[in-house]
């Protein structure tokens, strides 16, 4: 295999240096060239041809933004994108990763950060994965979340509630049980997260727990995307507060998420423990505290991811040992990156395996 071609493209010229220095540490990376905006970006896409993009969220006469769409539209490549952690910067982040992103990296401290050695690690490997992603299925997804009419929240509200009550259910699997829901993805999880929530119905008889693998500042924004297009409440998980049916919690960048007693009930439990597989949340953290609900059968699911291909792997085991299990993982057709679903599928607990359009379904047919 040859190496892997890397244009750079920011529009401080002090960033594009540091980036280039830091990706060739690897000698199985090139860099082939830099640009200052996404026209000149463009332009050298076409010319250069390389195996990945790393571009940046805010530059003048085309930001990453508009850049990312015509890549996409006119010469499909992985792209990882660079942003701050601004309001607007999450935002954009967002949307570029709607737009067919890879993934994103967050700058430790604006535009120009002296500190960027903090994230140098993240950075080379969310590159190296970029370089391994099927492109074609990049665009399509890209496509596809510019169709859906989850992007303005017009989902039928009749589609899952009909589906919950027509569709047969597995019996007596969790009799006498309350549910709980909970979910692990990383790269891709944005988009597979709005398609399985948007699905979800408001009455569903669960309170979910997530964990979505991404920096402070990224997961607060992500919910309150996702609020705005979902029957169920969204919402970023806050220390101490009960968990309730109907509700998705997401784990807060940079904590684990884990749950505590709180006399009949179960509540939020945030910290920030030792990091896991590269990660703070840690899908296998989750997992394994929610295994200790010994009132509660669960439903577990693993989507899109890399997570360094095994986050949530050994979370899975600690819920089958501890109570009922069903387990959900989604398929290599639809996972951006199929290492964290194939390393679950490999401990041989998943009940079934799915496109990521359809594990809505599959979770409402467990409830």
């Not at 509540?267 to 990091?275: G, H, K, N, P, Y």
């Not at 949340?281 to 059968?297: G, H, I, T, W």
Request: with cysteine; glycine share 8%.
């Amino acid at each position: 295999m040859g190496k892997v071609k890397v244009l750079i493209v920011d529009d401080s010229a002090f960033m594009r240096k540091l980036i280039s220095e830091f990706l060739a540490e690897d000698s199985r990376v090139e860099i082939i060239g830099t640009a200052r905006n996404g026209r000149d970006a463009i332009d050298k896409i076409k010319s250069l041809k390389p195996d990945v993009v790393t571009l940046d969220v805010e530059m003048p006469i085309m930001d990453g933004l508009e850049a990312l769409n015509r890549i996409m539209n006119e010469c499909p490549t992985a792209v990882v994108m660079l942003s701050s952690t601004t309001k607007k910067g999450t935002e954009n982040t967002f949307a570029a990763m709607n737009s067919g992103a890879f993934d994103c990296v967050a700058k430790p401290s604006g535009a120009i950060s002296l500190d960027l050695h903090k994230i140098k690690k993240e950075l080379h490997e969310k590159v190296m994965a970029a370089s391994r992603a099927n492109v074609h299925k990049l665009e399509k997804n890209a496509k596809n979340i510019e169709r859906s009419p989850s992007v303005w929240g017009r989902y039928s509200e009749i589609d899952s509630i009909e589906m919950s009550k027509n569709e047969k259910k597995p019996k007596k699997w969790s009799y006498g049980y309350r549910k709980i829901i909970v979910i692990g993805t990383s790269t891709g999880g944005p988009r597979a997260l709005q398609t399985v929530l948007t699905g979800l119905p408001e009455e569903i008889d669960a309170p979910i727990l997530i964990v979505q693998h991404m920096p402070p500042g990224f997961t607060k924004s992500l919910a309150t995307r996702l609020n705005s297009l979902c029957k169920i409440k969204v919402k970023e998980a806050e220390e101490g507060e009960l968990i309730q049916k109907g509700v998705a919690y997401i784990a807060p960048g940079g904590f684990h998420l884990k749950v505590r007693k709180v006399g009949m009930n179960w509540a939020i439990l945030l910290d920030q423990s030792e990091v896991r597989h590269g990660h703070r949340p840690s899908v296998d953290v989750l997992f394994e505290s929610v295994s200790e609900m010994n009132d509660s059968a669960k439903i577990a699911v693993i989507m899109t991811g890399m997570g360094m291909g095994m986050d949530g792997a050994r979370g899975l085991t600690n819920l089958k040992q501890k109570g009922p299990l069903k387990a959900i993982a989604e398929s290599q057709e639809t996972s951006i990156v199929f290492g964290m679903p194939k390393a679950a599928i490999n401990t041989k607990l998943i009940d079934s395996v799915e496109d990521v359009e359809k594990i809505a379904k599959a979770i409402i047919n467990y409830c």
